[in-house]
T-cell receptor, first 113, second 109 residues
């Protein structure tokens, strides 16, 4: 049973471009969480999704950021018109039945030039 | 003030020492998690607690709901335990997670 997969592992974008980060949860997990870790800072919750539903997006910036978890395929975190301040490690985690033990992916490190 | 406070921020220990990392929180919670983040950045979930005590190998986690406090203990520490240990709490509704800033542990051979 493969763990949580994230791709790409490293992503470089220029200011103004779009970044798409993908997260494939563990098999059978229908709960996905996205977190952001800014340089020298702790993890921050961004959004909690279940299949086809956003459950809690209170940690997501109001503009430029969006997330989805379609019926088929991975969860996607999309950042439009990236700025240098978006440079961070983005982790997703999945769980079986809600906010219980979460399994983390390896993260995507986004660098905005 | 952060919802989750950890201490110490940095900790250096000799191999074999008993280590304690503390976590205090100020929100109502449904569960508390201890996470380990290795230098390469990967995160592993060590424990999820809602009451009492859990043990896994050399790791022990305790939680006191009344005092809003949890501790992570490592017995017979080893250099491979060197990592950042992060306390996270799931808020009352369970959806929102709050993270401590982490405790950076270095175990010297």
């Amino acid at each position: 049973n493969a763990g949580v997969m994230q791709n790409p592992r490293h992503l470089v974008r220029r200011r103004g471009q779009e970044a798409r980060l993908r997260c494939s949860p563990m098999k059978g997990h229908s709960h996905v969480y996205w977190y952001r870790q800014l340089p020298e800072e702790g993890l921050k919750f961004m959004v909690y999704l279940q299949k086809e539903n956003i459950i809690d997006e209170s940690g997501m910036p109001k503009e430029r950021f969006s997330a989805e978890f379609p019926k088929e395929g991975p969860s996607i975190l999309r950042i439009q018109q990236v700025v240098r301040g978006d440079s961070a490690a983005y982790f997703c985690a999945s769980s079986l039945t809600g906010p219980d033990t979460q399994y983390f992916g390896p993260g995507t490190r986004l660098t905005v030039l | 003030k952060n919802e989750v406070e950890q201490s110490p921020q940095n900790l250096t220990a000799q191999e074999g020492e008993f280590i304690t990392i503390n976590c205090s929180y100020s929100v109502g919670i449904s569960a508390l998690h201890w996470l380990q983040q290795h230098p390469g950045g990967g995160i592993v979930s060590l424990f999820m607690l809602s009451s009492g005590k859990k043990k896994h190998g050399r790791l022990i986690a305790t939680i006191n709901i009344q005092e809003k406090h949890s501790s992570l203990h490592i017995t017979a520490s080893h250099p491979r335990d060197s990592a950042v240990y992060i306390c996270a709490v799931a808020g009352g509704t369970g959806n929102q997670f709050y993270f401590g800033t982490g405790t950076s542990l270095t175990v010297i051979p």
